[in-house]
Protein backbone atom coordinates (compact mmCIF):
# COMPACT_ATOMS: atom_id res chain seq x y z
CA UNK A 1 0.00 0.00 0.00
CA UNK A 2 1.31 3.89 0.57
CA UNK A 3 3.78 2.89 3.20
CA UNK A 4 6.19 5.54 2.46
CA UNK A 5 3.98 8.19 3.50
CA UNK A 6 4.28 7.37 6.90
CA UNK A 7 7.38 10.09 7.32
CA UNK A 8 5.14 12.86 6.53
CA UNK A 9 4.73 15.26 9.64
CA UNK A 10 1.79 15.47 11.70
CA UNK A 11 0.74 18.90 10.45
CA UNK A 12 0.83 18.04 6.97
CA UNK A 13 -1.99 15.29 8.04
CA UNK A 14 -3.83 17.84 10.18
CA UNK A 15 -7.88 18.19 9.49
CA UNK A 16 -7.11 21.81 9.03
CA UNK A 17 -5.10 21.70 6.28
CA UNK A 18 -6.89 18.65 4.72
CA UNK A 19 -10.63 20.98 5.11
CA UNK A 20 -8.49 23.83 4.02
CA UNK A 21 -7.21 22.37 0.71
CA UNK A 22 -10.98 20.72 -0.01
CA UNK A 23 -12.92 23.47 0.89
CA UNK A 24 -11.14 26.29 -0.90
CA UNK A 25 -10.35 24.56 -4.27
CA UNK A 26 -12.47 24.06 -6.95
CA UNK A 27 -13.26 20.40 -7.07
CA UNK A 28 -11.71 19.57 -10.24
CA UNK A 29 -8.47 20.79 -9.15
CA UNK A 30 -8.42 20.18 -5.34
CA UNK A 31 -5.34 17.43 -4.36
CA UNK A 32 -7.27 15.43 -1.88
CA UNK A 33 -10.02 14.53 -5.33
CA UNK A 34 -7.23 13.03 -6.85
CA UNK A 35 -5.19 10.93 -4.73
CA UNK A 36 -6.41 6.82 -4.47
CA UNK A 37 -8.62 6.54 -2.16
CA UNK A 38 -6.07 3.61 -0.02
CA UNK A 39 -4.11 6.99 0.17
CA UNK A 40 -7.03 9.02 1.54
CA UNK A 41 -7.95 6.06 3.89
CA UNK A 42 -4.26 6.06 5.19
CA UNK A 43 -4.50 10.01 6.10
CA UNK A 44 -8.14 10.02 7.49
CA UNK A 45 -6.38 7.10 9.93
CA UNK A 46 -3.75 9.43 11.25
CA UNK A 47 -6.24 11.89 12.83
CA UNK A 48 -7.62 11.66 16.10
CA UNK A 49 -11.16 10.37 16.90
CA UNK A 50 -12.20 13.71 18.12
CA UNK A 51 -10.96 15.20 14.04
CA UNK A 52 -12.24 11.99 12.46
CA UNK A 53 -15.89 12.56 13.91
CA UNK A 54 -15.75 16.22 12.41
CA UNK A 55 -14.18 15.48 9.60
CA UNK A 56 -17.33 12.85 8.77
CA UNK A 57 -19.92 16.25 8.75
CA UNK A 58 -17.48 17.55 5.75
CA UNK A 59 -18.85 15.46 2.82
CA UNK A 60 -20.46 11.71 2.27
CA UNK A 61 -16.77 10.66 1.09
CA UNK A 62 -14.88 11.92 4.40
CA UNK A 63 -17.76 10.09 5.89
CA UNK A 64 -17.72 6.97 4.37
CA UNK A 65 -13.70 7.40 5.25
CA UNK A 66 -14.55 7.95 8.81
CA UNK A 67 -16.34 4.77 8.58
CA UNK A 68 -13.45 2.46 8.61
CA UNK A 69 -13.72 -0.06 11.17
CA UNK A 70 -9.74 -0.80 11.46
CA UNK A 71 -9.22 2.82 11.76
CA UNK A 72 -11.66 3.36 15.20
CA UNK A 73 -10.16 -0.26 16.23
CA UNK A 74 -6.61 1.60 16.23
CA UNK A 75 -7.91 4.89 17.51
CA UNK A 76 -9.87 3.00 20.54
CA UNK A 77 -7.03 1.29 21.02
CA UNK A 78 -4.29 4.17 21.25
CA UNK A 79 -6.86 6.56 22.87
CA UNK A 80 -8.07 4.61 25.42
CA UNK A 81 -5.31 2.41 27.04
CA UNK A 82 -5.37 0.27 29.83
CA UNK A 83 -4.11 2.56 32.47
CA UNK A 84 -6.67 5.00 31.51
CA UNK A 85 -9.09 2.57 32.61
CA UNK A 86 -11.14 2.21 35.99
CA UNK A 87 -9.91 -0.83 38.06
CA UNK A 88 -13.59 -2.78 38.49
CA UNK A 89 -15.09 -2.45 42.02
CA UNK A 90 -14.59 -5.06 44.44
CA UNK A 91 -17.46 -6.42 46.96
Same mark, same amino acid.
Given at each position: ??? %?FHFL? !??? &? %? &?? %??? !??????????? +???????? &? @? @????? @? &????????? !? @????????? !????? +???????NDFQ????????? +?
Amino acid at each position: MYK %SFHFLP !AAV &L %S &LT %SVM !AMEMDAPEETT +GWNHLPRE &L @Q @QVIID @Q &LNAEEVVKA !A @QVTCEWRDL !AKDER +GWKNRVQNDFQQEDQVPPIE +G
